[in-house]
């Protein structure tokens, strides 16, 4: 069974810490990885993607993957109370277009 | 603002009624998608179509009815469906790639079925 697994929350964090979500992921031979943000009642926005080991930042956002432990995750620095949404982890197994998501991460940022 | 327009916004409809679900990008993306979304849950793919042709069908039930009229337009054709099925409709596009998973999606098509 292909699974991408987040904890629900919600992550509660004050304004201007690091928020950190997880993702693991089941399949050894997912490719690429995303992080995309869901406001309530909107549409998924695409935040970020890494496609090999390590860090890639991007403004305030750092996406972290380990292929080995099949682990990705997101760092958000200096939060904010903008922040707050529903963040999905999305994995490629690169076989035609599949994208499975995760089951998302709330992430509540506090004033 | 999205590239990714979807119409209607706000859809109610009874368990005989026909109607359908638009969407449009003009973002040259060849690779256009459908997925349902449950409150509190996340994004399910329910179609993919890959250069007009249907590549993905995820054993979607008969009553939602896909149709990629060319490049830029994707519809989903809705007919005899159930309440279980209110949701929210996304509509999404990306480029062609075996590595892709950055997609673009729509505002949505929020759908009641009295």
């Known amino acids: 069974q292909k699974e991408v697994e987040q904890n629900s929350g919600p992550l509660s964090v004050p304004e201007g810490a690091i928020a950190s979500l997880n993702c693991t992921y089941s399949d050894r031979v997912s490719q690429s990885f995303f992080w995309y943000r869901q406001y309530s009642g909107k549409s998924p926005e695409l935040i970020m993607s890494i496609y090999s080991n390590g860090d890639k930042e991007d403004g305030r956002f750092t996406a972290q993957l380990n292929k080995a432990s099949q682990y990705v995750s997101l760092l958000i620095r200096d939060s904010q109370p903008s922040d707050s949404a529903t963040y999905l982890c999305?994995?490629?197994?690169?076989?035609?277009?599949?994208?499975?998501f995760g089951g998302g991460t709330r992430l509540m940022v506090k004033p | 603002d999205t590239e990714v327009t979807q119409t209607p916004k706000h859809l109610v409809m009874g368990m005989t009624n026909k109607k359908s679900l638009k969407c449009e990008q003009h973002m040259g993306h060849r690779a256009m998608y459908w997925y349902k979304q449950k409150a509190k849950k996340p994004p399910e793919l329910m179609f993919v179509?890959?250069?007009?042709?249907?590549?993905i069908n995820e054993s979607v039930p008969s009553r939602f009815s896909p149709e990629c009229p060319n490049s830029s337009l994707l519809n989903l054709h809705l007919h005899a469906l159930q309440p279980e099925d209110s949701a929210l409709y996304l509509c999404a596009s990306s480029q062609v790639s075996s590595a892709t998973g950055e997609l673009f999606f729509g505002e949505g098509s929020r759908l009641t079925v009295l």
């Open positions: 999305a994995v490629n197994n690169n076989a035609g277009n599949m994208l499975t």
């Open positions: 179509y890959s250069y007009e042709k249907l590549s």
